[in-house]
């Protein structure tokens, strides 16, 4: 099935990849010297359309490498469609079990679904899950129902 654009990720064109790389480095830099990096994260925020805080440049244990946030930042956010279909669902869930590391679809899968931490049942199945299909993954994420409090 094909996407629509909002549910796809697009291509990074090389010019783009060494801007947003530039723009990386010299926060990490700035972060790294102790110096204010808040205008430089405003503008890379404005100019990619993400929310990065100044946590996102410090390298410590369990954050993104620079070429791995230089790759976030370069594609456009996921957004959250009102209209998603569960056969547009399915196919994200398809492209994820295909790339299990492609984080873009799976917060694409996130946002679109009301179930909190729906990936997990990609990656941490619920009982009788383990093997599952992406149709099947999709319609237990559809089948939550928050809690009323």
Do not use: K
């Not at 099935?1 to 990849?17: C, F, H, I, N, W």
């Not at 790759?71 to 994200?92: F, G, K, Q, S």
């Amino acid at each position: 099935m094909e996407l629509r654009d909002a549910l796809r990720r697009r291509p990074v064109t090389p010019e783009r990849r060494i801007a947003v790389g530039a723009a990386v480095l010299r926060i990490e830099q700035l972060v790294s010297r102790g110096e204010d990096a808040t205008a430089a994260i405003e503008t890379l925020n404005e100019t990619t359309g993400h929310s990065f805080g100044v946590d996102d440049f410090h390298h410590h244990c369990g954050a993104p490498g620079r070429e791995e946030l230089v790759e976030w930042a370069c594609a456009p956010p996921p957004v959250r469609l009102p209209d998603v279909t569960r056969d547009e669902l399915v196919e994200i869930v398809r492209r994820i079990l295909a790339d299990p590391a492609d984080d873009w679809y799976i917060a694409a899968f996130e946002l679109n679904t009301v179930m909190p931490g729906a990936s997990g049942l990609i990656f941490n199945p619920l009982s009788g899950l383990g093997d599952a299909t992406a149709d099947v993954i999709v319609d237990a994420a559809l089948a939550y129902r928050p809690i009323a409090l």
